[in-house]
DNA sequence: GACATTACTTACATTTTTGATAGTATATAA
DNA sequence: TTATATACTATCAAAAATGTAAGTAATGTC
């Protein structure tokens, strides 16, 4: 399931980052290029499988399974499968999902104040 | 310099995601495996190119030098250059540079946090 | 019995990011 | 004259992330 090489060089660079520097841990832990994204439409609330994939059209079935199972086993979502067919599976953030709140208001905040400038 | 391709569905992707949503296009400004890091670094004061890369023992010339150029071209760092042998050369935020320091802070909180339930 | 639905999985290809290594320029000091 | 220090640049190689396309299971419906 995982690609990444123990022994390689940018391994090691990021754990030692991760280590050093709370900052670049977090950033690590929501990183991949969806998963901020998923974060922020889950903060309204649990969404199926089906949901998200419509929430964001452009996503492949892949890597939608991808980013919720590494935001999975991080602790900041939560499975749900119900014993139906066709399946259903619920997706929801844990409390310390939850508490990507304020990161994710800070990160609106510097967006939309960089955006204008660059606009001038 | 660019070594993307634009018209790759990667590339739509990331530039779509960041049009819909200000935290991705936050999140893609200061991304990078180093950018955090320099950025941090950076909150203290400015520094010289070889200051930064005693503070990241790691990274090599080439990473340094791509990074802090992307941060430059986005606003976030200046560059000074002085007409020096051997050359010395400042990096410094920029105002919205300074303006990271709230992100950095909620991600320092919400890792710490992480941080401490994922020991248990 | 064929079909639709949903949430996946698998194998492979492409793109993007990062790393390794060896250069370059140039004034000053020895 | 050679060496030194600093901030780079240029190539090439490796690793990591993402995308494409095609399957799968299982049950209820027609």
Redesign the interface.
């Known amino acids: 399931m995982s690609k990444i090489k123990v022994t390689s060089?940018?391994h090691?660079?990021?754990q030692?980052?991760a280590e050093?520097?709370?900052?670049?841990?977090?950033?690590q832990?929501i990183?991949g290029?969806?998963a901020?994204?998923i974060s922020?439409w889950l903060m309204h609330g649990k969404l199926r499988f089906g949901e998200l994939k419509k929430l964001l059209p452009?996503?492949t079935e892949r890597m939608l399974t991808l980013q919720l199972r590494k935001l999975e086993a991080?602790?900041i979502v939560t499975r749900t499968v119900f014993a139906e067919v066709p399946p259903r599976v619920e997706y929801e953030l844990t409390p310390?999902g939850y508490?990507?709140k304020?990161?994710?208001?800070?990160?609106?905040?510097?967006?939309?104040?960089?955006?204008k400038?660059?606009q001038k």
């Open positions: 060089t940018n090691a660079n990021k030692d980052l050093r520097c709370v900052e670049v841990y977090a950033a832990t990183g290029q969806w901020l994204v922020c452009n996503i991080d602790g310390i508490e990507l304020p990161v994710l208001d800070q990160l609106e905040k510097w967006g939309d104040k960089h955006k400038l660059r």
